[in-house]
């Protein structure tokens, strides 16, 4: 299992439904590198659509965005002629609800990311290009030229930095999912923590973070107990029967199944978050290219446009991600540290 980020080991392949369960079907036959549709039908001038085909993950909603010539200016004059932004998606083969999937149409793909991508386009005055990829082939392509720009759930690390440039757009958290009827909340204190029991996925680093809390606790005389499940479905099982009071996992995920399960007979609720960096730094998701490739301050200031103007919020709030907002889109800011990356 290949990770898109620290916090997001437990996204690939997640299935709260039957029907995302067929996504790995739908994108594994779309091959390891492909262009990727992002719209079944056009789109009035100045305008992007974002949470279409969603399957209930988003709240479709059509934004206002037009070229802002003195950011489009910054573009290195090679995409500027070209006309087209070429964006990466590590997507394959299975998809991470909410962030990249196919659709309802089983082949359109959607997801917050590729929608954040078609929007720094429009402010950037380029036609969107959609490339879809593994993750180990995105990062290929953005090596080779063949891909312009990632949005793809990229975490920002100073390991990475040697070879790209970021521009920051979303914070990378964990979050604790609980049923909606529970009165508990994490509130960003560990010792909340104490005698309660939490699922968590193995091999994660959301479970790093939650064994280093319980032997925390277990120094003060305090317990925590800590469940492994074998998949989503089973974890979600365990928390509507009680047999856990949370599942902890990357915010992301939380986010997808608490629009899924909203109106199930056992609805669910975000319970409180946590950097997926760990405590001493707040993780930071970015678009990522070419180190030296002239992108990341354009893309950064469409994206800080985006966040001036509105649009920014609205896309996060059709997503069901406004927890994850950021202030203002950095170029390269601090990452994780390279004995944490």
Not at 14 to 35: E, M, N, Q, R, W
Not at 43 to 59: C, D, Q
Not at 201 to 220: F, P, S
Not at 301 to 320: F, P, R, V
Request: net charge positive; with cysteine; proline share 4%.
């Amino acid at each position: 299992m290949r990770t898109l980020s620290p916090s997001s080991r437990t996204l690939r392949g997640v299935a709260a439904t039957a029907a995302v369960a067929s996504l790995a079907v739908s994108l594994a036959a779309c091959g390891a590198d492909s262009d990727a549709a992002t719209r079944t039908r056009s789109e009035a001038a100045g305008t992007v659509t974002v949470g279409t085909l969603s399957n209930g993950a988003a709240k479709e909603t059509t934004l206002k965005v037009s070229e802002v010539k003195a950011i489009s200016a910054e573009l290195p004059k090679s995409i500027a002629a070209r006309g087209t932004l070429v964006v990466g998606v590590g997507a394959l083969p299975a998809g991470s609800p909410p962030l990249n999937f196919v659709g309802e149409d089983q082949k359109t793909l959607t997801g917050s990311e590729p929608d954040l991508g078609r929007l720094v386009a429009a402010v950037l005055g380029l036609k969107p290009v959609v490339k879809n990829s593994t993750w180990e082939n995105l990062f290929v392509g953005v090596d080779s030229g063949k891909v312009d720009v990632a949005f793809s759930n990229v975490t920002d690390t100073e390991e990475r930095k040697r070879k790209y440039e970021f521009a920051s757009y979303r914070q990378d958290n964990l979050a604790f999912e609980v049923l909606k009827k529970s009165t508990w909340s994490f509130a960003g204190d560990y010792r909340n923590l104490a005698g309660r029991t939490i699922a968590v996925g193995a091999g994660t680093n959301q479970e790093k973070i939650l064994l280093e809390w319980k032997a925390k606790l277990a120094e003060e005389g305090k317990k925590l107990t800590v469940k492994y499940y074998q998949d989503n479905n089973a974890t979600a099982l365990a928390l509507r029967s009680g047999k856990i009071d949370a599942s902890f996992g990357p915010n992301p995920a939380v986010a997808y199944h608490v629009t899924q399960n909203a109106k199930s007979p056992s609805p669910t609720r975000n319970a409180g978050q946590f950097s997926g960096a760990g405590a001493t730094i707040q993780g930071l998701i970015a678009a990522t290219a070419k180190k030296d490739s002239g992108l990341a301050k354009p893309v950064a200031d469409a994206i800080n446009h985006l966040i001036e103007n509105g649009q920014y919020a609205k896309w996060l709030a059709a997503w069901n991600l406004s927890n994850e907002a950021v202030k203002t889109s950095e170029v390269n800011p601090p990452g994780l540290p390279l004995d944490n990356s």
